[in-house]
């Protein structure tokens, strides 16, 4: 079993940066894959990002890539989200999720665990 938990959220203006942290239970972190996901208001969860248990691969939702950065420390047993020049439309509750085994997708149904979310608003 592995427990996730977010941190980071906040209400920020358009044009800010903000850094979601994702601390994960258990011993076995660097066997996951792990992956950020969005549910705005009145829409259905999105992929943002993903990071192969290594490192050494990710991957990123086009409207994020070039301003997101997924980063992971396995010895933190922790995940981040880097997010720069926010927009209005990045305004979501914000979820990172594991997935059992090393290799990141971007498919939410792959994933075995997810936190509680937290929330990221942008003004505008």
């Known amino acids: 079993q592995v427990q996730l938990v977010e941190s980071g959220g906040g209400l920020v203006q358009a044009g800010a940066s903000l850094k979601l942290s994702c601390a994960t239970s258990?011993?076995?972190?660097?066997?996951?894959?792990m992956g950020w996901f969005r549910q705005a208001p009145g829409k259905e969860r999105e992929f943002v990002a993903a990071?192969?248990?290594?490192?050494?691969?990710?991957y990123y939702a086009n409207s994020v890539k070039g301003r997101f950065t997924i980063s992971r420390d396995n010895a933190r047993n922790t995940v981040y989200l880097h997010m720069n020049t926010l927009k209005p439309e990045d305004t979501a509750v914000y979820y990172c999720?594991?997935?059992?085994?090393?290799?990141?997708?971007?498919?939410?149904?792959?994933?075995?665990?997810w936190g509680q979310g937290t929330q990221v608003t942008v003004s505008s």
């Open positions: 999720a594991a997935k059992q085994g090393t290799i990141a997708t971007g498919t939410q149904q792959s994933y075995d665990y």
């Open positions: 258990g011993r076995t972190f660097s066997r996951y894959a």
């Open positions: 990071i192969h248990w290594s490192g050494a691969m990710t």
